[in-house]
């Protein structure tokens, strides 16, 4: 894995190379490792060591960006004449935004683990052996993902930005299998040491025994007991659809002039924040501002979106950290969302359901319109019905086609307990269960 | 290159493993973006990296790194079977490799214009004028147009004997144009989300003529916004190749990856319906149904000399007057299925990712009818084109599909413009309706630039040819709030 001076070095050898008027190095450096199992046996097994460059400039109000991965100085010096040759073939933007001045950032939360940088293949196959041991007890089979590794990110300029931040992932994904049902479970955090791969295991064994014979039901309005991991899929959408200032200005989002409006059930408070100690804590974006938090919904009522510099200066604003590498035509995009949990467990959510489904997560959610922020996607890895506040059946799987404002609009209970979801670029979502009444589902399979 | 691909092939042979690859890649990728008359992305990347797959003890290692020197081909070989002797401590059988002859060739994907010796300045006039065209509305909130480039310069060679480099370029590009009214909506052409990609060069981005058509891609973007909202129902369905290219994909491509037909996928992309007692006996579709699977066909986005496991292209059925009778295989699984050789579909995405079974260029052989004779021929319909949103269950069996844009048929004409159009159904089901098949005039290849599957996530592209097609009693208009069709 590259040091921070390793790196820094680079970036800082970019710089003094470049002729150009203002130049932004982004380095990425990553060590990941993940072992991947199918049928109980380890069918996979990869890791890589690698780092990305990409170099932008701005020349005589012309912006150019190029990449790669090599990083001696004959390299170096041929990607930025590249940058210099794309620059001077382009016409002059009288709208380009000079690059920022030296920024200072907030202490970051921790988020670099040595136990998880230092997981090693052997460490991760024990803890496989262990669960397919389980799944083959129990007349399963086990297939899933165990992965780990660190992630550095460098932010330079030629006008004093400086930001470097490095962080570990761990993931544990298992699905336990039995015909045509399974059940599902994931652990995914900073610190590998917190996965207990038994308890991971057990939850997915759980769900395909209980799983098994589901029967058929007919699509229809149900209320539904949400997972956390279930309402991933929605927030990850309306991260991209909704709560970026691009679509917002641009009217595209479902937000656009409902600012102070009250858009969700006045439980429902979304924020985004690197600076929870749960969160990712990348406490600088991409063109090196530092992250605010941003309070994006306050008990149902539309209160922001986040900004880059460049929708910040169209909208009158300021920006609140938010860039992705520019340019892009993506606009800024939150990365650290944190629906406020609640105070509920999912046996009490369950307990208090005379009638309706218990959800354990969506598969290949997909957008069906982007203004209504209406998405479809299947229940898969264990559907159950829930009667009189006790599971009862397990039930085949089906699709549901649900705006994400009916969904945020319905809910009845929020779970008290939460999990760490990967989201877009690096960052990675704070997410509780739902209790969600009148959730809409349109169609049905065969399993 | 020989020189580093000998250290990985001679150090993985002194610590132990049983057969060794490397696969040494050089990449080039030029993607321009421009949007509203300015610079959405414009990026030119260089990387050059390489993978070591070992199998030692029965069991897979790979490890990748950025660094191309002895130094670090020895120690990524090194930890490559270090992660193949952890691996071999969760397994039931040992990997055994289906027998492929042994290689020495160089192949080339065929092409008349290098698309990086044209110069940026002229690729951005061209975007920038279809630009211009699509926003002389003011309707028209966004447009976009884009260009994409990818050289990949790759040296194979593997402890068998085979040496294979190959050199694969791929060129894309497209427009789309927004539109904001009473409803927002998006047209694009030729097709969506980027357009249209194949293994060409830059003459394929000329043949598109993005000006010209800029015109009608704005005009429909501001129909659209007032058109009438797909009814609700089932209908007869034309699938333009805009959309039939999708479905194939997603229904029968991914269905018949015999990783995931056999588990291995079953965490994150799933599993599939069409399960190998199937073979040779399941009816997937009417007997007018023919898909082909091809990696030699000119163009494709899949078309390559050899596969990552070393296999050279091949051409078979997958699914034969309406029988399933193939699968996407590789070397390690083929046999499974009691076939002797892979299919060569073991593809990685670049040289950090291990190979694993993708779909190549999937096709539906083309039928007799003509376009009009079809339309004329459809009483109570809706013609969908152009692939706007895209969901299918873990066993690809339930999808849904949206498009970008729909005409009602009404006793053999096409009749209203129609917004928002979707439909649903379940795969045999749907294919096992298709009752009409346009001829070769109107047959083409559709680029898939960006199929995920995987974990780690890995990218690959492929073509799926087809030309229209109707499916009967297909359940449209899903999940949509607007008026219904008596509310007209």
Known sequence: MYSENQIKDIGERILKLSKADETEVLIFANEQALSRFGENEITQNVAKDEIGLTVRIHHNNRVAKVSGNKSDDESLKKMLDNAMEIASLQKEDPNLLPMPEKQTYSAPVNSYFESTAKFNPKDRALAIRKITEMCAEKGLEAAGIFSNGVGAVCIMNSKGVYGFHRGTTANLSVTAIKGNNAGWAEKMVKDVAEIKAEEVAEVAIKKAIDGQNPIDIEPGKYTVILEPAAVTDFLSFMSYLGLGALPYIEKRSYFSDKAGQRVFSDNVTIVDDAYDKRSQGLPFDFEGMPRKRVTLIENGVFKNVVYDRKTAKIAGTETTGHSLPQPNSYGPMPMNLILKSGDKSVDEMIESTEKGLLITHFHYTNVVNPKEMVITGMTRDGVFLVENGKVTKAVKNMRFTESIPNMFNNIEMIGKETILHSAFFGGGFIVPGLKVNNFTFTSKTEF | ?488
């Open chain 2, 1 to 488: 290159m020989k020189k580093y691909t000998d250290i990985a092939l001679n150090t993985a042979k002194v610590l132990g493993a049983n057969y060794c690859d490397i696969r040494i890649i050089l990449t080039n990728h030029e993607s321009i973006v421009t949007r509203n008359g300015g610079i959405g992305n414009l990026d030119k990347t260089e990387s050059i990296g390489f993978g070591v797959r070992v199998i030692v003890d029965g069991a897979w290692g790979f490890a990748s790194s950025s660094v191309l020197s002895k130094e670090s081909i020895e120690a990524t070989t090194k930890k490559a079977v270090e992660i193949g002797k952890a691996s071999s401590m969760v397994i039931r059988k040992r990997v055994k490799l289906a027998d492929e002859p042994v290689y020495t060739d160089k192949w080339t994907t065929p092409y008349l214009i290098d698309p990086f010796t044209i110069p940026i300045k002229d690729k951005l006039e061209l975007l920038y004028a279809a630009d211009e065209v699509m926003r002389k509305d003011n309707r028209i909130k966004v447009a976009t147009g884009n260009m994409d480039f990818i050289r990949e310069h790759q040296w194979f060679a593997n402890t068998e004997g085979s040496f294979i480099e190959q050199v694969l370029l791929r060129s894309g590009a497209g427009i789309s144009a927004t539109a904001i009214g009473e409803d927002v909506q998006i047209r694009s052409y030729p097709t969506s989300f980027g357009g249209q990609y194949m293994t060409l060069g830059y003459e394929m981005v000329e043949s598109l003529r993005l000006v010209d058509s800029a015109e009608r891609v704005r005009d429909e973007a501001i129909a659209l916004t007032t058109a009438d909202e797909c009814p609700p129902g089932k209908r007869d369905v034309i699938l333009g190749t805009g959309q039939l290219g999708l479905q194939i994909h997603e229904s029968v491509g991914h269905a018949t990856e015999l990783d995931r037909v056999l588990g291995m996928e079953a965490n994150y992309a799933g599993t599939s319906f069409a399960t190998t007692e199937k073979l040779h006996k399941f009816r997937y579709g009417s007997e007018i149904v023919n898909l082909v699977a091809d990696s030699t066909v000119p163009t494709g986005l899949a078309t390559i000399g050899y596969d990552d496991d070393g296999v050279r292209a091949q051409r078979w059925h997958i699914v034969k007057n309406g029988i399933l009778n193939g699968y996407h295989t590789n070397r390690e699984l083929a046999h499974v299925i009691g076939e002797e050789r892979s299919k060569g579909c073991n593809r990685a995405d670049g040289y950090d990712n291990i190979p694993i079974i993708r779909i190549t260029n999937l096709s539906l052989m083309p039928g007799s009818w003509e376009l009009d004779d079809l339309i004329k021929d459809t009483k109570d319909g809706i013609f969908m084109d152009t692939n706007r949103s895209w969901s299918i269950d873990q066993k690809r069996l339930n999808f849904q599909f949206g498009t970008e844009i729909a005409w009602e048929i009404k006793n053999g004409k096409k009749t209203r413009l129609l917004r928002n159009a979707n439909y649903q159904g379940i795969t045999p089901e749907f294919w096992n309706s298709c009752d009409a098949i346009c001829n070769e005039n109107y047959w083409q290849l559709i680029g898939v630039p960006n199929c995920g599957k995987g974990q780690p996530g890995q990218r690959a592209e492929m073509s799926h040819g087809c030309a229209p097609a109707r499916f009967r009693n297909v359940t449209v208009g899903v999940g949509h709030k607007g008026k219904s069709a008596t509310e007209v």
